[in-house]
C-alpha cells in the first residue's frame, strides 16, 4: 500500500509537503484546485516504469497513455525550466524484502526491509531531462539506503560506486568494481515496477455503451483507463475462475455486480451472454430492471449506468491488495447511488484489502463516509480526506478532521459545495418579500 506521497514543482504544486494516504483516501476541491495533479503523479511514475523506450527518462505520455502531460516546461511548477521537478512516495510492502548489499572489503550484508520509499529529482539540462537525485530508503529511518547523486552510489552516507541513471527510477554502477554489483540495483528498479504494477486506473471518461462487444479471447491485466477493456474482463475472469469471497460462500464477479445493481435498485440482473456471430466471439450485456422482466441492452439502459459499470468490474476484478486511482467514479449517477458507491469503496477495502484514491465533486458520496466512520463500518485511521484549492499560483491541501462521534468536519471550507444554506435564505428572504406585496392595504 502507498502510505505517503509529495510532489514539488508538479504543475499547480509548488510543494504539496508530505500526504499521508490511507485505504480510502478522498480528493474533493475546486475545478483546477489540484486535486488531479496529485494523482498524475503516481500515473507519471507507472507509465515510464511501463515504457518500452530504454531512452526515455521519464515518459510524460501520449494519447494512448494514462496521462498526457506535454513535456517538461508544461509540468513543471511555473513553467520555469531552472526548477527541479521532484517526486517520491512512501509504500509497505505486502511481503518483506531481502537485498544483497556489496560493500568495500566486508562481506555481503543482506537486509531484510518492510518499507519501500523512493525519491527521485528530474532537472531540465540543455533541453534534456537528467535525474540530478534518486534515492531508495528502504527502513523508514529517514536516512538514504542507496542514493545516485552527482554520478557516485552511496550506501548509507557511504560511497560505494561511479554510477549513473536508466531513467527516473534506475540505478546503475558503472565501474564493475565487484561481480554482480549491479543485481541489487536492479532488484530496486523491478521492485519499484512490481508495486506500479498493482496500481491501476479509471478515468472521469469512460467508453460509449455499444451493442455488442467483441472478444479474441483477450485476458487483460486492468480494464483500460476509459473502462474500454471491461467487457474482455469480465469474460477473462469466467475463464480464470476469478471469484471473490461473501459470506464464506464464492461468487462470480458477474454475481457480485448483480448483487451491487440490485442494491443500488440500478437493475435486478445483469447478464453477459454471447450473441449470434460467425465466428461466436461477439456479447452482448443485458439487464433485466426487475425480476423475469425483459432483457434491456446496456445501450439502452441510460448512461449513467454504462459509466458505472466499469467502476464495479475494477473493483472485483484487479488482485487484493492492489491500489485503485478513481477520477469521478460517481459521474452521471445521481444522488442515492453516489452515497451507496461510498459503500461499494468501503466494502472491497474491507474485504478485497484494495486502496481506493478517489477523486470527487460528490457531497453526498463524502457523507455516507461520514456516516460509516460513525457506524463505524471503516476505521477512522481507515480514512483519509482532503481539501484542495488554488488561491492563486500555487495549491494547497487540508486535511479533513472528522469527529468519530459525530462524523462532523470539524475544519470545514468555507462553500465547500456552495453556499447552500445562503441559497436557502435567499428564497426565504424573496417569499416573505413576495406574501408582503400581496397583502391588501387596509
Known sequence: MITHIRVQNFKSWEDSRIVPLAPLTGFFGANSSGKSSLLQMLL????????????????????????NLGNFHEVIHGHNNEELLKMGFYCILSEPVTIKIPQ?????????????????????????????????????????????ENAEITYRSKRLFTGTFKNCYSIEETTNAYPGSNEFLYFLSSQFEDIFSHVFYLGPIRTHPKRNFHWEGSHPKGIGKFGDKTIDALLSARIDKKTIMDNEKEKSIEEKISDW?????????????????????????????????????????????????????????????????????????????????????????????????????????????????????????????????????ASTIDKLDVDEESGDIKNWPENFFGDVMGDMFAMTDKQVERIAENEPEE
Open 261 to 393: 445493481l440490485r442494491e443500488m435498485d440500478l437493475a435486478y440482473t445483469f447478464l453477459l451472454e454471447r450473441s449470434e456471430s460467425k465466428d461466436g466471439k461477439d456479447y452482448e450485456v443485458r439487464f433485466q430492471k426487475r425480476e423475469n422482466g425483459t432483457k434491456i441492452a446496456l445501450a439502452d439502459m441510460g448512461y449513467g449506468l454504462s459509466q458505472f459499470l466499469p467502476v464495479l468490474v475494477l473493483c472485483y476484478y484487479v488482485p487484493e491488495g492492489s491500489t485503485l486511482i478513481l477520477e469521478q467514479p460517481g459521474i452521471h449517477l445521481h444522488p442515492k447511488v453516489q452515497s451507496q458507491l461510498a459503500d461499494l469503496l468501503i466494502e472491497v477495502v474491507n474485504e478485497r484489502k484494495l486502496q481506493i484514491l478517489v477523486e470527487s465533486h460528490s457531497e453526498h458520496l463524502l457523507t455516507r463516509i461520514q456516516r460509516r466512520i460513525v457506524e463505524k463500518q471503516i476505521e477512522s485511521n481507515d480514512v483519509a480526506l482532503y481539501f484542495c484549492r488554488n488561491d492563486g499560483d
Open 104 to 148: 568495500y572489503g566486508l562481506e555481503n550484508s543482506y537486509l531484510q526491509y518492510g518499507n519501500f520509499n523512493f525519491q527521485t529529482v528530474i532537472q531540465n539540462y540543455q533541453g534534456t531531462h537528467v535525474p540530478k537525485h534518486i534515492s531508495y530508503n528502504l527502513g523508514g529511518s529517514g536516512i538514504d539506503i542507496i542514493k545516485l
Open 44 to 67: 507519471l511514475l507507472k507509465q515510464t516504469a511501463e515504457h518500452t523506450d530504454n531512452n526515455e527518462v521519464i515518459f510524460f505520455g501520449d494519447d494512448s497513455s494514462y496521462v
